[in-house]
Structure formats: structure tokens, C-alpha cells
């Protein structure tokens, strides 16, 4: 089966990589010439471990292609949407549908009749997008019959970036909201290469499909969002955060999965997607509170951090430097979309410190952002270190975890370690003669 794949970010490169390793014919389609032009010379624009083996080795063998050209849908039986759906500018928080409406456009004038086509978005949707798409091509297309010239179906996609392959190839289930039994049959045959590990399919309609993909984003927000709410009890009480989540995840019920306190979450899905979901709840005029608390607590939690560090710094904290380790929203991506540090370093810069950063996934792209404008980027970790007044840990990459303390505590002008991610163990650091401050404990 011939597969176009509408969108080469971090979750359409991952499905088209991902479904030409299946076997299938895979086409993937972006804008973005220069994007493609690289891809097509097998380099990959984004840091995701393992994608560029299997990107080459299936562009090699031509199972996988690459193009800025929409047309090229026309030998492909399936069409995944995975163009981005950010939080629109203007607005109360809604998904920004602009893109996967100018995808609907542009693929009804390519549609065919006699040669039906399973479109299917990845993105993900507000509930009731699916159902609009379908209009859509009612309104660009009136001599087009639905579940008979072309289908819709919404199949959202649960990878996280830095182990977006593993959970593509071993998803925990794979959830398909469809309106007719031949999307079913299509999306069985999709899919197949996933019964060996018993896989469960599930299907749905439409509608439930999308809110699940909010329902799930949500829930883990709001998981992360209340273990930072005990850590902060737990400073007050004495009690430590990291036993308090360990007593709770060994409960079944509860799990141990995002319990650990920190910043508060990032990335490209958790702050939009709460706040698109937020927006759903208004819409349809149903009550919410859990979701627009979770959404709030979060963004208060950044300043926290702030005030926390303003803390540490003392009234000082003008001219005082800050080794910002990891800016990332969270290891094993180069994604900083939202990003707590985007909100951190500019306070911190506004306070008068001075923030000597370092990243293991930097890009040249880092520097750019008017966040960072004021950052001064380092290439070796000890190098942001030495002469710094504390040493901030911002995003748990394994290369902080075996820092040499011996020589962090000769080369910082003060020694003070704040870890917002408790990647080590106060007694431990301590034994070294460093300050250590963490999260949710005294
Ligand atoms: N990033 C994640 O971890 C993740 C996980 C699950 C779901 N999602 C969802 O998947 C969707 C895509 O997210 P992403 O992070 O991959 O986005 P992204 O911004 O990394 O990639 C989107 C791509 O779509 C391309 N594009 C936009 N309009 C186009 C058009 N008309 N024709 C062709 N290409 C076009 C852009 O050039 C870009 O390369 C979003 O809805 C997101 O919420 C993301």
C-alpha cells in the first residue's frame, strides 16, 4: 500500500520513517523546500535518537522519498495529516487549524473519483475537526460522495520526541476514530505489522478519537502539575517530594510515570494542548476547572523558579552567573518550543544575571531566539561552569548525571547547585563541600 505522509516534523518524519520500515511505499511530503532538499540528502533537521539510520536506510532503498510537492499524493491510497496545529496568536487558547485546512484545500482539488483516498489526521484536532474536514471538502468539492470518493479518519499520534521510534513501533495502543468499516479495514492493514506485540487497535468515532488525544495530554499535565504542587507542600512540611511520588506510583492505580517534580512541563504538546482543550470546555459551554488550574499552576511555576533562584543568589543576584545547564523542555530532543527556560533566563536576565548556557542538542537556532538574545552559549559544559556563581541543572540530559563534582567545585566562583530536576542526591553532593538545593525537599 502506498502511503503520503503530509508534514516532515518531529511526528510526520516519525510516522513516514516509521511505516517505510513496515515496508510499505511511503511518500513524505512538506512545504519546506530546504527541509526536503536535506532530507533528501539524508540529513535530518531535528535531533530525534535513531531517525536518521532509518531514514537512510529506507530513503536507500527507495521505500522512502521525500518532496515539497502536494501533487505527489496521487498514487497514495492513505494520506496522513501531520502538519503542526499551535496555539493560534489570537484567541482563548484554541488550536490553530490554519495549516491542516490549507492541507484539506489543497488535496481536494488532487482527489479523484473511482480512486478513493483514506485521509487521515495525525495532527492533533480539537473534537469535532474531523467532522469540518469533511465539510470542508464538501464546500471545495461537490461532486466528491464521502465514505465513497474519499474518507476521513482521525488516528493521533501519543509519541514523545527523544523516544518518538520505540513508541511509534511499540505504542502503548493505537487509536483510530473512523465512520465507515473500509477506514477499519485500511487502518487494520496499517497497522498489522503491530499485531506481533498484540497491539490493541482501538476504534472509535471521530470525536472520541480526538478528545482522547487531549484527554491523555491533559491527564499527564495535570499528574505533573499536582507532584509540583506537593513538592512545594513538602518544602513547607519537611517532608521529601521524591519519597511522597515513590510511595504513591508503587499503587497500581496511580503508576510512577510523570511524578517527578520540576519546572513544570514544556515541549510542543502539554502547554497547547491543555490550553486548546481549556478552550473545547468553553466552547461547548461545559464547566472545568481541573484543566484551566493545571494550565495556570504551570505558568506560575516558572516565575517560582525564579524566585526560588532569587533565593539562592541573595539580594546579589545583579552581575551574578548562572551556569544554565540544558535549555531544552526535556533530554534527547532539540525542541524548545515552550520551554521553561524560556521564561527563566529572561527573568533572570531582567534580575541582572548573566546566564552562561550550554546544551547538548544546541543548534545554531538556540541564539536566535529573542529569549536568548542576551545568552552566552557554551560549547563545553565546564566552560558555562567555571567562574559561575551557581550551577542551575534545567533539563535532565544524561551528561549532567556523571559531572566530575571534584572539578565542578574547583571551578565555580561559589559553590551552589540548584537541581530543578533532582538528577542527584543532596548527601552525595554535599560530601564534595557544594550547597545543594533540589526540589521539594529541605
Ligand atoms: N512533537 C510531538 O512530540 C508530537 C507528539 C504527538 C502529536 N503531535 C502533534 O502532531 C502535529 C505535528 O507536530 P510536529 O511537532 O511534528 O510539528 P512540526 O512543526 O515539527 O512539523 C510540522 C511540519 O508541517 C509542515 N507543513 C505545514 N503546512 C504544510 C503544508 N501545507 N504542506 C506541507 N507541509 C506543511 C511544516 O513545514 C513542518 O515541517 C501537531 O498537531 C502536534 O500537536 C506532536
Known sequence: MKIAVIGAGYVGLVTAACFSEFGFQVKCIDRDKGKIKSLKKNIIPIYEPGLIDLVKKNNDSNYLSFSANISDVTDAKVIFIAVGTPTARRGNGEADLKYVYKVCKELSVLLKKGKPKLIITKSTVPVGTGKKIKEKFEQYRNDLIFNKDYYIASNPEFLREGSAI?????????????????????????????????????????????????????????????????????????????MVAKGMGLDNRIGSKFLHPGPGFGGSCFPKDTRALYNSFKKFKVKNSL???????????????????????????????????????????????????????????????????????????????????????????????????????????????GLDMNKVKKVLRQPIIFDLRNIFNKNDIQKFGLKYYGIGFK
Not at 465507515?180 to 471521530?206: A, C, G, H, Q
Open 291 to 401: 484543566v484551566k488550574s493545571t494550565i495556570e499552576f504551570n505558568e506560575r511555576r516558572k516565575l517560582q523558579m525564579v524566585s526560588k533562584i532569587k533565593k539562592i543568589l541573595g539580594k546579589n543576584i545583579k552581575i551574578k552567573r548562572i551556569a544554565f545547564l540544558g535549555v531544552t523542555f526535556k533530554p534527547n530532543t532539540d525542541d524548545l518550543r515552550e520551554s521553561p527556560s524560556l521564561v527563566i533566563i529572561p527573568e533572570l536576565i531582567k534580575l541582572g544575571a548573566i546566564v552562561h548556557a550550554h546544551d547538548p542538542a544546541y543548534t545554531k537556532s538556540f541564539p536566535k531566539l529573542k529569549e536568548f538574545k542576551k545568552v552566552k552559549w557554551f560549547k563545553n559544559v565546564f566552560g558555562a561552569i567555571k567562574t559561575s556563581d551557581l550551577l542551575l541543572i534545567h533539563t535532565e540530559w544524561n551528561e549532567y548525571r
Open 166 to 242: 520505540e513508541d511509534f513501533m511499540r505504542p502503548n495502543r493505537v487509536i483510530c476514530g473512523v465512520s465507515n468499516e473500509t477506514s477499519i479495514e485500511i487502518l487494520r492493514e496499517l497497522y498489522r505489522p503491530l499485531n506481533l506485540r498484540e497491539t490493541p487497535l482501538v476504534f472509535t468515532d471521530l470525536e472520541s478519537a480526538e478528545l482522547i488525544k487531549y484527554a491523555s495530554n491533559a491527564f499527564l499535565a495535570m499528574k505533573i502539575s499536582f507532584i509540583n504542587e506537593m513538592a512545594d507542600l513538602c518544602e513547607k512540611t519537611g517532608g521529601n517530594v521524591q
